[in-house]
Every structure is written in structure tokens, then in C-alpha cells.
């Protein structure tokens, strides 16, 4: 569905309301941040040329503040060995990734004041902190991406720097501009806490403080609480009658459609109901069989798709005490947490990655309708 745009200009009323609660946020919450007040005031679109006609209601999205590039993507990063990180404490959060073969973690409290990592191969990184979703995609098709200073439903909207589209990063397609529609190929992303992440790979890099902008990065940039209190919601919310879980839930949802919308079907699972020791759950949806693999102690939850390439249906069972190492096959093929078969008769081979993501609670029952939540009820 195309939403046509009415007006060009955001809501005046509304612009003034995003005002105040920027300049809150920047002035007691962000100091190190720069906004142009007069932007906000406006309404501003910063410097794009909005294009008619949305994915998505146009009067939903809305100036964050900060305007383009306001929070600085980082164009440059700078990596340390796990072992030098002296910065994160064990509960601080990081997002993990495989880029090139390299194990490579990126801290929440850096991609807080940045959301965006281009890194050089390619990839990129984001990070919206009032959602709490982490995505990673190819991004081949353009110079990286940028932030855009706009939001819709509490969510980073990036830009590419090629043809100045707008990207949703939860719905992981161009809202609207030159590529209105198109999807991102996401690549496998694992959210946890440093502590967990160091016992999974203790020699892997970590995007250092290095970034060429003075921060704080030792903070916590949106305050210490603001992870943890439900009511601790920056914009307005759609569906806050939907009480199933807690706002701020940590859950891990899994898409099925190609192209995601309004309607698209999306599975929950919270992590704080899985086992503390790994668990392993098989699901079918759609017609098509996943595994999640997780941990409420260790905190994370990651999705694939059981029925690997070749055709065959693995069957899984948890695997303790071995990380990264998570699960175990009927063919007795020990599989990581990033989905690699690291021995037995399968080694070297990957499953196929789920269409997924963690994030909080609120921001999925947002941005869907009426995601389905798996019961983990003991």
C-alpha cells in the first residue's frame, strides 16, 4: 500500500511536541549532542527531497531533532582485540557479527551516539537505541547510509548516501525516495551482553572508542534506567493497550514475508522466558521450520531455518558449557551460535538464516499488527 502525502511539511503541532521532547533528551539526557533548534521548531526534513507518496502514513513520521548526519554515522572504524577492552562493563550490551570472517563486536554504548557503522566491506550497521533493534545489511548498493534525523514510530529512519532514499530499519525496506519499496538483504546478528559475548569469542575484535567525535562512551546515553522502565517511551506509541508483555521485553521476532508491511506476520520470543541454560526450540511457520536457540541467563536468542540447503531437516538439541558452540545435530554435527557447523560430518557449512531480529516489545507490537507470541510458559 502507498500512503499519498498530503502535505510536504511534517505536522506543525506535532513538530512542536518532538521539540520538546528533543530538546529534553538533548539537554539533560544527550549534552554532547547538536541540533539545530530552528530545524526542529520547523518541522524540518532536513535537506532531503521527500518524495509523494509513502510505504508508510506520513503523518507517523517525524523530526527526531538531531537532522541529517546530527548523530554522525561512523564512516571510519577502529577495532581493538577483545582482550585491550577496558570499557564495557560484563552488563553492557553488544551487537556481534561475522564480516569477512572476523568476529566483530560493537558495542551498544558506542552505536548509541552513532546508530550507523559503514563498515569497509560493505556492511552495515545499525543500531536504534529507543527500540533497541540491532540490523545489519549489505549495503553494495551504495557510498554506506546515514541517519536521517527522522523516526517512524520511535524508529531510526537511515538514508543512503547514494540516492538519498529513506530506510526503515525495522521494516529493513526504502520508505520512500528513488528506491521506495526495495528490500535489504539483513545478515546474521547476534544481541547480548559483553559478559556473555566474551565467553562466546574471547579473541574477537571490538569497535574501539576511536571514532574521531568526543563522547562519553562510558555513559549511558539515554540514562541508566531508560532500558528498564516501561513507561520510558521518547514518542507516541500505537498500540500501548497491548499489554501481553512488558514494554521494554527483550524478545526476538522472525518475519516470513519477503517484503515486510503493516500486516506481516511476525513470531515472538521473549528471552527472559528461555531456559538459563541454552534452549533449543523447534517452530514451523508458514510452512517453513526454524530452530531458536537462546538463553534467559546468557540473554540472547538467534533464529535459522532447520531445513538446510541440500534439503534435509536437521533436528536439534542444546548443547552446554561448549560456546560459542550451541547445538547439536542427528548427525552428531556441532553447530555456533552464528549457525556454522564446527565439526562432524557438516563442517564448514552454515544454515540458513532466519528473516529476524531482538529488540524490545513495544517496537515490534508498533510497527506490526498483532505479532504472535510463542508460549514459553514452563
Request: charged residues 25%.
Amino acid at each position: 500500500m502507498m500512503y499519498q502525502r498530503k502535505d510536504i511539511s511534517i505536522n506543525r503541532n506535532h513538530a512542536n511536541l518532538v521539540a520538546v521532547f528533543t530538546l529534553l533528551i538533548c539537554s539533560v539526557l544527550l549534552p554532547g549532542c547538536d541540533i539545530d533548534t530552528a530545524s526542529v521548531r520547523n518541522g524540518s526534513s532536513a535537506t532531503f527531497n521527500i518524495e509523494s507518496g509513502w510505504l508508510v502514513p506520513e503523518h507517523e513520521v517525524i523530526n527526531g531533532g538531531p537532522g541529517k548526519d546530527g548523530i554522525p554515522p561512523i564512516e571510519v572504524p577502529d577495532y581493538m582485540s577483545a582482550a585491550q577492552v577496558n570499557f564495557i562493563p560484563d552488563e553492557r550490551r553488544v551487537l556481534g557479527i561475522i564480516i569477512s570472517g572476523e568476529v566483530i563486536a560493537y558495542p551498544h554504548q558506542i552505536l548509541d551516539w552513532h546508530e550507523i557503522v559503514n563498515d569497509p566491506s560493505n556492511i552495515t550497521i545499525t543500531y536504534c537505541p529507543l527500540t533497541a533493534t540491532g540490523v545489519a545489511w549489505d549495503a553494495r548498493q551504495g557510498p554506506g547510509f546515514g541517519t536521517s534525523g527522522l523516526l517512524f514510530r520511535n524508529n531510526l529512519i537511515a538514508y543512503d548516501r547514494k540516492t538519498e532514499s529513506l530506510w526503515s530499519q525495522m521494516r529493513m525496506r526504502s520508505i520512500n525516495g528513488e528506491h521506495m519499496g526495495a528490500s535489504v538483504e539483513p545478515l546474521n546478528i547476534l544481541d547480548t551482553t559483553w559478559k556473555t559475548w566474551k565467553a562466546m569469542y574471547p579473541d574477537s575484535k571490538v569497535l574501539s572508542t576511536k571514532t574521531g567525535y568526543d563522547r562519553d562512551y562510558q555513559s549511558y546515553a539515554y540514562g541508566k534506567s531508560f532500558d528498564e522502565k516501561d513507561d520510558l517511551i521518547l514518542f507516541p506509541t500505537k498500540n500501548r493497550d497491548d499489554t501481553r508483555l512488558n514494554a521494554k521485553a527483550r524478545v526476538h521476532g522472525i518475519f516470513t514475508d519477503e517484503a515486510l508491511e503493516e500486516n506481516s506476520r511476525v513470531r515472538i520470543y521473549e528471552i527472559s522466558k528461555l531456559s538459563n541454560e541454552i534452549e533449543v526450540i523447534h517452530d514451523e511457520i508458514d510452512g517453513e521450520k526454524y530452530v531458536i536457540v537462546g538463553s534467559s541467563e546468557l540473554d540472547f536468542a538467534i533464529a535459522y531455518k532447520s531445513v538446510i540447503h541440500d534439503g534435509t531437516e536437521l533436528l536439534f538439541e542444546a548443547v552446554l558449557n561448549e560456546l560459542p558452540v550451541v547445538m547439536k545435530d542427528q548427525q552428531g554435527n556441532l553447530w555456533s551460535v552464528f549457525g556454522e557447523a564446527v565439526d562432524g560430518p557438516r563442517q564448514g557449512e552454515r544454515l540458513r538464516q532466519a528473516k529476524s531480529y531482538s529488540g524490545f516489545w513495544y517496537a515490534f507490537r508498533d510497527m506490526f499488527t498483532l505479532p504472535e507470541i510463542y508460549s514459553l510458559d514452563k
